[in-house]
């Protein structure tokens, strides 16, 4: 563990992460265009569900990250609520904007591919309100990261704020199960082989959520180095000014 906290010195993060952003971003391009060109034109049709059931290529991975980017920045808030660590609470912040990009494409696919199925393009479904909620508190995250002018108070009130929004994350992951009235189906992935999505879908399923997992580690190493340097000009005008 003595390990792993060096990561949290800034310039062993930075060093460590300008080796691994472009092993991820290589891998992201390849996973996505691979698993995206195969799911999108090798694959056939589903029965019931037509062409329209390609869209899980594309919302399936997003609404995995959108929960994971929230659980990710829970786990670097409670790092810098314990710890203290700087890096842990400007990686939270990072990942906070793509959380919420992520957020919103699950939100929209969602609704593509409701209308035909369900005839409208919203329903006050359990999983669809927790996923709304959970775009709100996006918004809230990153709102308070700006209102707040001192970056430990906004560190602090935000990573409360985290914690809160962690009730919803659960809910959008699990609310088809703790609500059986809804109309959103069940998860396309799982460890009984009979609630998965067809086989003929399986791999290119597999190949698109690699893709975004690495695109979303990548663009949170850019940010997290992008807020690292503005951290550092920002105390360098500080302390021009107090000269």
């Known amino acids: 563990m003595s390990s792993l906290w060096e990561y949290a010195n800034p310039q062993k993060f930075m060093r460590t992460s300008s080796v691994l ?96 199925m369900w005839g409208t393009y919203w329903v006050w479904d359990p999983r669809l309100t927790s996923f709304l909620i959970l775009f709100l508190f996006y918004l809230g995250y990153i709102a308070l990261w700006e209102a707040i002018e001192n970056p430990d108070a906004a560190a602090d009130l935000t990573s409360v704020l985290c914690i809160v929004g962690s009730v919803f994350a659960v809910l959008s992951r699990y609310a088809v199960n703790f609500w059986s009235q809804g109309l959103h189906q069940g998860a396309s992935l799982s460890l009984d082989k009979k609630e998965n999505v067809a086989d003929v879908f399986y791999i290119p399923l597999l190949l698109c959520i690699a893709g975004f997992v690495c695109l979303f580690v990548a663009l949170v190493l850019l940010r997290t180095r992008t807020e690292i340097r503005a951290r550092r000009i920002r105390a360098m005008i500080a302390r021009e000014r107090m000269a």
């Open 21 to 116: 952003l472009p092993v991820f971003s290589v891998a992201a391009a390849i996973c996505l265009g691979v698993g995206l060109v195969w799911g999108f034109f090798l694959t056939p049709e589903a029965e019931n569900f037509g062409s329209t059931v390609k869209i899980i290529y594309i919302h399936v991975p997003a609404a995995m990250m959108a929960i994971n980017a929230w659980v990710m920045m829970l786990v670097t808030s409670l790092i810098w609520l314990v710890r203290r660590h700087h890096v842990s609470a400007l990686a939270a912040r990072a990942a906070a904007p793509i959380g919420m990009t992520m957020t919103l494409i699950a939100l929209v696919t969602g609704a593509i591919w409701g209308e035909p």
